[in-house]
């Protein structure tokens, strides 16, 4: 295993307790946020089940872009759960089966000054402890986290979309068994990722 994992699965989230050191002006959210739009939608078929995921482009467009790109390249399909913390997130989009590090695209500017909380079923980047260093991994938040959210203190991590349906396959992948890394025990792979219909069932 590449000895670099463990670090890498660490420091995508601030839950990891790692600090951010930019030296810029962090940028202030809005005192009223916008309302999550789901402009585009994708089926996200795993072998613990399927989840509806909205994206949201007018408000993210950066971001909801970015994350269309990789879906409509088939960049996830054959990508793990790699990382599930019950009561937190579930994080996906970054690896192959055995952990095996899958290379993305370059890094995108960080939106989470937009103002959308990380809201149970909302869909938000992971990135390093870098602000502007998103790729191709996501997250998807159990519990409503505001403590990720942009705010004076903090770059925050960019929400980007919604779980529309199968908020309860992301329970149940929440509290699989893992490893002292966040690691599933067993695989749960995404097998496809496939543009659709935003109508709920």
């Not at 998103?134 to 505001?146: E, K, M, Y």
């Not at 067993?186 to 659709?196: R, V, W």
Request: hydrophobic share 40%; charged share 15%.
């Amino acid at each position: 295993m590449n000895k670099a994992i463990p670090l890498l699965l660490c420091i995508t989230l601030a839950a990891c307790g790692g600090s951010e050191t930019d030296n810029t002006e962090i940028p202030q959210p809005p005192i009223q946020a916008p309302e999550l739009q789901a402009d585009i939608c994708y089926q996200l078929t795993s072998t613990m089940g399927d989840i509806l995921l909205a994206i949201d482009l007018t408000n993210t467009p950066i971001t909801g872009e970015n994350f269309k790109n990789y879906a409509n390249d088939d960049f996830y399909t054959g990508t793990i759960f790699h990382r599930t913390i019950n009561n937190f997130v579930v994080q996906a989009g970054g690896f192959t089966s055995g952990l095996i590090y899958k290379p993305g695209n370059n890094p995108i500017v960080n939106e989470a000054d937009v103002g959308i909380s990380n809201k149970r079923g909302t869909i938000a980047m992971a990135r390093t402890d870098a602000p502007d260093s998103a790729t191709s991994q996501f997250f998807i938040n159990v519990l409503d986290n505001p403590q990720l959210d942009a705010t004076a203190a903090s770059y925050g991590y960019a929400v980007f979309g919604k779980v529309l349906q199968g908020m309860e396959i992301v329970d149940q992948i929440s509290i699989v068994d893992t490893d002292t890394n966040d690691v599933p025990k067993t695989e749960i792979i995404i097998n496809s990722l496939t543009e659709t219909d935003c109508a709920v069932n």
